[in-house]
């Protein structure tokens, strides 16, 4: 959590260092003047070919689930079956459940059972509300009624029943102590091995909710030293199961709980009631209305799943993967003569400035997830909270550091300006200023400075129209890309 916290912060503020230098490089330059500092290859594309590792590949099974997951979200509560029990549970439907379990070296799973409480835990059956995957599959067709669990009427031979109260231990008229039951399932099929002879007998007849004292003598191994031990239970059975649900599934490996983690476990389930849902289908209508597909599409259910698969293939960490990628492809297509050392030194003035700010704040305010984040060792001085954040080797200083970065930020920027003249998609000048618009607006948005302060910390509107631009530019040679998976 901390982690993700200092991310959050630490993005917003190193947003800034990196548009800085997009500012400072980015409509500076007038038409034609990259030739001036670069050149680009002859046979360089605007087609690049690059290669990303398998797990930033998406799959038609992959744009089939994030639609599955869609249409779920978009379910309906099926009027006047909020607690429904003689209904199968379907997809879509939400399950209120009992369980309890043990994991494969002996863990106990209690937290389902609310102590005698009866709030039952609630499982959207398709939605991955619970961290088993096997027992959201194994709820699908069940009636509640046939597993519930019974709060009255008596207890029948062989039954599963919970139950409450307290237990004194005698051996040799001496007392061992009073110990106490909170809501224990016992199987009185088997229950006289674990409980004491007669203790199934004992109960079977009763009638749930009442209290009743038990009264035999343990099996020889519990005896003290040859002296048989003699117990005495004060007890209410609390629920009556004449059939319960068992899944045997495993724990996500990365689950929360350390324990459980990649553990198999056996549950023991008891159902209460389902909440009946309507899940909406695939069709051009629900995907009009519910997705904003627009009615014009001559198949709008095939322009929803091109909508879905272009959202999975823009997501942020495979984009920023991507964009890397056609970065290093590019950078063999260029040879840079000399650099514009005004632009540069403009980019390390704005770089260092806030690179400081961010120093401070998290000397002052986030010291413990600073140093969590990039090592007691970043903290000890500028430099080193430089080497840290940019990656520098051990001894450079700060100038350094934030020089090359400054260094390569004018390349990518002037590659990127070349490579869009060249191929003809740098935007035009109203587009340009409609972009910056929209970009002052989302900035506005996610700072306290106001637009004049905005503007005079970034140099000016040029400011937003390379941030703009620069997007676009990398938007477009990302969707006309040919990319493998390894």
């Known amino acids: 959590m901390r982690g993700a916290l200092l991310r959050g912060i630490t993005a917003l503020l190193l947003c800034g260092i ?7 490089c980015g409509f500076t330059y007038a038409e034609g003047d990259t030739d001036k500092y670069l050149t680009l290859s002859e ?11 398998r797990a930033y590949e998406v799959t038609d099974d992959d744009v089939e689930e994030t639609i599955r997951e869609l249409l779920l979200s978009e379910k309906k509560a099926v009027e006047g079956a909020e607690r429904e029990t003689d209904k199968e549970i379907g997809y879509g439907d939400v399950a209120a459940l009992y369980y309890s379990g043990v994991t494969e070296d002996g863990v106990y799973v209690t937290d389902g059972f609310a102590v005698g409480d009866a709030v039952p835990y609630l499982v959207e059956v398709g939605g991955g509300s619970f961290p088993v995957s096997e027992v959201e599959a194994a709820l699908s067709g069940l009636i509640p009624a046939e597993y ?17 109260g307290s237990y004194e231990d005698t051996a040799g008229g001496i007392s061992r102590g009073t110990n106490y039951i909170r809501m224990a399932r016992v199987d009185l099929s088997m229950a006289d091995e674990v409980w004491g002879n007669g203790f199934a007998a004992q109960l079977t007849g009763q009638s749930a909710g009442a209290d009743k004292t038990l009264h035999f003598t343990l099996p020889d191994a519990f005896s ?16 009556v199961s004449e059939k319960e649900l068992t899944v045997e599934g495993t724990y996500p490996a990365d689950y929360s709980i350390e324990e459980r ?7 023991t389930i008891q159902l209460a009631y389902m909440v009946d849902y309507e899940v909406p289908e695939l069709t051009a209508e629900n ?17 929803f799943r091109a909508k879905v698969r272009q959202t999975l293939l823009s997501q942020e960490e495979r984009q920023a993967a991507l964009y890397a990628a056609l970065w290093e492809e590019l950078k063999t297509h260029v040879t840079v003569r000399e650099m514009p050392q005004k632009q540069v030194k403009k980019i390390l003035r704005g770089l260092t400035k806030e690179l400081k700010e961010l120093y401070e704040y998290c000397k002052t305010n986030l010291y413990d997830a600073c140093t969590a984040e990039w090592g007691e060792e970043a903290m000890a001085d500028f430099d080193a909270f430089a080497r840290a954040v940019y990656g520098g080797a051990e ?8 020089t090359r970065e400054a260094e390569d930020e004018v390349t990518q920027t002037l590659v990127l300006y070349a490579v869009a003249r060249r191929f003809g998609f740098l935007p035009d000048q109203a587009s340009r200023e409609s972009g910056a618009q929209t970009v002052m607006a989302d900035l506005l948005e996610e700072s306290d400075l106001t637009e004049r302060q905005l503007r005079r910390r970034w140099g000016g509107d040029e400011y937003f129209e390379s941030l703009y631009c620069r997007s676009v530019i990398l938007e477009t040679l990302a969707a006309r890309a040919q990319v493998s998976y390894t």
């Not at 995907?287 to 322009?303: H, K, N, R, Y």
């Not at 001894?395 to 934030?402: H, P, S, Y």
Request: aromatic content about 8%.
């Open 224 to 239: 003290e030293n040859g002296t048989p031990v003699s117990r005495e239970y004060k007890l209410r059975v609390r629920f």
């Open 43 to 53: 046979d360089l594309t605007d087609t690049l070919s690059v290669t990303l590792p």
């Open 148 to 164: 519930a669990l019974r709060e009255s009427g008596t207890v029948p031979a062989g039954a599963v029943v919970y139950i409450d």
């Open 261 to 267: 983690a990649g553990k198999r476990v056996v549950f």
């Open 18 to 24: 990196l548009l800085f230098s997009l500012c400072a």
């Open 395 to 402: 001894g450079e200083d700060a100038e350094t550091v934030l």
């Open 287 to 303: 995907v009009i209305s519910l997705f904003g597909i627009s009615d014009t599409e001559s198949d709008p259910v095939a322009a």
